[in-house]
């Protein structure tokens, strides 16, 4: 909803004053314009009203300002600030940016289809050497799972996927998992939390873990591909 004179935009920034004031605008205003509460063609109010509502300097407010333009939130011209359409702002906005404003329904879904071909290709084009440093950080994670040690598992899990995004050896797929890793294995860390049988999750992972292991080992894509996909809906739903 866009804000109007009884929900104005200073409400819905809801920030103090403090140094990096410049950061968190932009932080707050990208995070509104990603889940549409500042839609496509609003015009931010006048430089000087707005520092004068929210009581900071104009270089603060340009600051964030040129940041959004940069990233591809916001166009400015003479005519005052403006939110750019989503077509623009994807063809701008880093992939990172754009996964954090996600819902975890999208963030699953991106996910099942970029991870489970990633398995697949590096099926095909894994060397025996790159399958063998899986298999390590299976027996890593093995040891993990035996001492209940949450935080070491969520961060081999998180390294494994990593791992087979690089060894699908295609520079897209290893840069778009490199840029949703995080929040890969923050929603791991989540998901331990939210689950009843944590257990029998756990004993699930190293479980498919290994059968992805043993599926790229021996050439198999599609099995790999649907290890993986069972793996990925285990953990995130």
Known sequence: MMPNSGNPLQDLLNIRPQKNMSDMIYEKISQLIQNGSLPEGYTFPNETILCEQLSI?????????????????VTRTKRGTVVNSYAVILESTPLKAVIRGASRQDFLEFRLMLEGQTAALAAERATSEEADKLQQLQEKLVLARQNTDYDEIAALDRSFHESIANYSHNPLMITSMAAIAEACENETRESFSRLSILSETLDQMVYLHQAIIDSIRNQSPGEAMTHMLNHV?????
């Open 57 to 73: 300097g104009r270089s603060t407010i340009r600051e964030a300002y040129k940041a959004l333009e940069f990233s591809g939130y």
């Open 233 to 237: 809906a285990g953990v995130t739903c």
